[in-house]
């Protein structure tokens, strides 16, 4: 199976830290994407991670763990505009299509 | 140029009718796909082209027809659609089509089906 679990909303306050977790069966996906997607907009690319381990980008991390089908996306110094929706998505297979969950919906708090 | 573009922005439609949305690159990529998103669900993949070719059609209704015409353009014909269609359509691209390509999204035209 390819399911793909991570948390429907968290809130955290402007400046701080967040880690929004992912789940997913080890089967069937070679890496994770992360992407942020504003209400009414487009996802737009934050990461991608196919290897053990973290990825860091200015205040944006993600770290993956394959052999524990579970990656995380952390965001620091946050700021409103950061309020948004944060997809993991698994990536291969034989077409090496996405498969999307249901995203988590950030809310930043002043 | 980094910019997917898709037109038109908003789209209603009766169910008799018939339209297309259109989608259009110009970064050389040479995967485009569609993508349907209900609100405040993950987009849905629904078509994948690669090299022009139609590589993955995920059990989508006939309702639906994708065209590639050439390497910057997709379209998504629409005809005798149901309300239950009506959604955000999303089109992307990446570069190959490869493991690990990032894919880049356009705006999306929202669809009403009446």
């Known amino acids: 199976g390819q399911n793909i679990d991570q948390p429907t909303e968290m809130t955290a306050t402007e400046g701080a830290i967040v880690q929004i977790n992912c789940t997913y069966q080890?089967?069937?996906?070679?890496?994770l994407f992360w992407y942020q997607q504003h209400a009414g907009e487009a996802p737009t690319f934050l990461s991608y991670?196919?290897?053990?381990g973290l990825e860091e980008k200015g205040r944006f991390s993600s770290f993956l763990s394959r052999s524990k089908g579970y990656s995380y996306l952390l965001l620091k110094e946050l700021q409103m505009k950061d309020s948004a929706s944060y997809l993991c998505?698994?990536?291969?297979?034989?077409?090496?299509?996405?498969?999307f969950g249901k995203g988590t919906l950030l809310t930043v708090n002043p | 140029d980094t910019e997917v573009t898709q037109t038109p922005k908003h789209l209603v439609m009766g169910m008799t009718n018939k339209k297309s949305l259109k989608c259009e690159q110009h970064?050389?990529?040479?995967?485009m796909y569609w993508y349907k998103q209900k609100a405040k669900k993950p987009p849905e993949l629904m078509f994948v082209?690669?090299?022009?070719?139609?590589?993955i059609n995920e059990s989508v209704p006939s309702r639906f027809s994708p065209e590639c015409p050439n390497s910057s353009l997709l379209n998504l014909h629409l005809h005798a659609l149901q309300p239950e269609d009506s959604a955000l359509y999303l089109c992307a691209s990446s570069q190959e089509g490869r493991e690990g390509d990032e894919q880049y999204f356009g705006p999306g035209t929202r669809l009403t089906v009446t």
């Open positions: 970064m050389g990529h040479r995967a």
């Open positions: 991670n196919v290897l053990d």
């Open positions: 998505a698994g990536s291969g297979g034989s077409n090496y299509k996405l498969t």
């Open positions: 082209y690669s090299y022009e070719k139609l590589s």
């Open positions: 080890t089967s069937g996906f070679n890496g």
